[in-house]
Nanobody
Framework: QVQLVESGGGLVQAGGSLRLSCAAS????????MGWYRQAPRKERELVAGITSDGTTYYADSVKGRFTISNDNAKNTVYLQMDSLKPEDTAVYYC?????????????WGQGTQVTVSS
């Protein structure tokens, strides 16, 4: 009932920048927060950044000062601006939507987009 479409991944040199986008559609009124997770090969998935519909943000310590999450409620879209990228940022990045409990739906995930940072 909620669909997430991601874009913006790619290959970039260390120190470069990328901007990821995630557009939500469907029952978007059921979304209480959106975020970005990443998973590198043979590593656990980790939360990178999150944002509520009211604009409250969260960042993992490893990306503070380098990444910025924002949203456009009118477009039902969340962005992740990634600056000063490091090789250790290489991973598949997934957009996620947290669903309000009153909607009685499971959380939703995007298909994932590859980010590769070369040294």
């Amino acid at each position: 009932q909620v669909q997430l479409v991601e874009s913006g991944g790619g290959l970039v040199q260390a120190g470069g920048s990328l901007r990821l986008s995630c557009a939500a559609s469907g029952d978007t009124i059921c979304i209480s927060a959106m975020g970005w997770y990443r998973q590198a090969p043979r590593k656990e998935r980790e939360l990178v950044a999150g944002i509520t519909s009211d604009g409250t943000t969260y960042y993992a310590d490893s990306v503070k000062g380098r990444f910025t999450i924002s949203n456009d409620n009118a477009k039902n879209t969340v962005y992740l601006q990634m600056d000063s990228l490091k090789p250790e940022d290489t991973a598949v990045y997934y957009c996620s939507a947290m669903i309000r409990s009153s909607c009685r739906m499971d959380d939703f995930w995007g298909q994932g987009t590859q980010v590769t940072v070369s040294s």
